[in-house]
């Protein structure tokens, strides 16, 4: 039997396709938002249905952004995998590369033989080639990427509102307006929205081409059609928007709900206005919204902080750091500090400001030692030093090294992405 990990051909796309399919495991305890996620126009697709689909799959073969690679098994793909070319916000505001793994599958019948590892081997050396000095996912199952030192530095949460408890602290006077607009008009506000969300929001990330196309007028599966709401300020700007539905449900205790599938803003006046108009609606008993950021506003604008309860909580983006100094380098940090870090028996002397860093080899003895996964969840400021000391897994050296890595790499806002890949 012999394997070949390579990349796949455009001419090899309806084969490629085959593994497809057993992308089953992924958890799908939220509901795909129809519009957000662009409904059946989202592509890449996670199963491609039609022959259509194969056809558009081998066109962006071709292209640059979408990289698979897959296990030839005497001569047959056994499994695949991709990285695609997006773009991250690292603390500081740079956008840096990074290469994004989906669409991870090996056959039922070829699992547990080193497949997938073979292939992860193969597309993180690319990325290296490339010059990523990260790499990212979204994890079907905890249990398999750490292993390649992915770890979680995103988090979401799922939150719910009853309408009754809804009050806000504030007497609200909008300087701007509410507009309910159409899926087209929304599909033209919401690619520019994007880009200046993720200007400014860590770990935010540029949407694959096509991710706005299911915008223009999708009815959503089933659950009730996406509306699709906007803010504009005194001047008329746009500068928020929210996509929602209500769905029907002959269950009274799922009738009711309005669902928020998305909703950004740039100012306070923009968010506030949004979620007021969202939390009163009439003929709604409560609010769910889902892949909301874990430091979400709201609870603090309302009187009751309760009212906002907590339903869940999932980890989002996992990072992998591919290059210490590269990486360590391309951010800033919230003070400043020097540190030795340990990172898998490397030691790195880490000079560290508000403007920047640099990150040099070095023979001084360590302040702390970590691992690539730990320092892929601290990379964003997701998760603190001092939790993972607690697990033991930062070794503090030098006694309050800990807290002065956390103090470093402390963010102003917690890292999120709404838009995945
Ligand atoms: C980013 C994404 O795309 S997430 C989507 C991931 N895909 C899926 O969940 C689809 C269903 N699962 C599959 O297709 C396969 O099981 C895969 C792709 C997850 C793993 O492929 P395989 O070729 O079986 O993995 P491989 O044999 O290389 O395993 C490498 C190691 O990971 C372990 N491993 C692999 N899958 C799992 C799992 N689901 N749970 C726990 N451990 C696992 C193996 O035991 C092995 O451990 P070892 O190095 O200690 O021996």
């Known amino acids: 039997m012999t394997t070949e990990i390579r990349p796949v051909t455009p001419a090899e796309a309806a084969e490629y396709l085959r593994v497809l399919p057993y992308v089953n495991g992924f958890p799908q305890e939220e509901p795909e938002p129809s519009a957000w996620y662009a409904g059946s126009a989202a592509w890449p697709p996670q199963v491609p249905k039609t022959a259509a689909d194969v056809d558009r799959y081998a066109e962006d073969l071709h292209a640059d952004w979408f990289r698979p690679q897959a296990a030839f098994v005497d001569g047959k793909i056994a499994g695949g995998s991709a990285i695609v070319s997006v773009q991250l916000t690292v603390p500081g505001g740079r956008q840096v590369a990074l290469g994004g793994v989906t669409s991870t599958a090996v056959l039922p019948t070829y699992r547990r033989r080193g497949l997938l590892r073979q292939i992860m081997s193969a597309m993180l050396d690319d990325c290296r080639e490339r010059g990523e000095f990260l790499a990212g996912l979204s994890a079907s199952e905890g249990t398999i990427y750490g292993r390649y030192g992915f770890s979680p530095a995103t988090f979401q949460h799922r939150w719910e509102v009853r309408r009754t408890d809804a009050a806000f602290r504030d007497d609200f006077a909008d300087p701007g307006s509410l507009d309910l607009v159409d899926a087209a008009a929304a599909a033209e506000v919401w690619p520019v929205l994007h880009e200046q969300v993720r200007a400014v929001r860590v770990g935010e990330i540029s949407p694959l081409p096509g991710k706005w196309d299911g915008l223009g007028g999708l009815p959503a599966d089933g659950s009730g059609l996406a509306h699709h709401l906007l803010h504009r300020d005194a001047t008329g700007a746009v500068d928020g928007a929210a996509i929602f539905r209500l769905p029907w449900s002959p269950d009274p205790a799922q009738a009711g709900v309005l669902q928020v599938e998305a909703l950004e803003a740039l100012t306070v006046d923009a968010y506030r206005a949004l979620w007021g108009l969202l939390l009163d609606f009439d003929l709604t008993k409560r609010v769910v919204a889902a892949r909301r950021p874990v430091d979400e506003p709201l609870r603090w604008m309302l009187t009751n902080p309760r009212a906002l309860k907590l339903t869940r909580t999932r980890d989002n983006l996992w990072l992998r750091i591919l290059d210490v100094p590269a990486a360590l380098e391309a951010r800033t940090y919230a003070a400043t500090d020097a540190l030795v870090l340990e990172v898998e028996s490397a030691r790195w ?51 309050g090294a800990v807290s002065r890595l956390d103090a470093l790499l402390r963010p102003d806002r917690a890292p999120h992405n709404a838009v995945g890949f």
Do not use: I
């Open 349 to 399: 002397l880490l000079d560290a400001g508000p403007d920047g860093a640099s990150c040099t080899p070095t023979d001084r003895a360590a302040d702390l030692t970590l691992g690539a996964n730990e320092l892929g969840s601290l990379y964003l400021g997701g998760v603190r030093a001092s939790e993972f000391a607690c697990s033991r897994r930062v070794v503090e050296h030098t006694l």
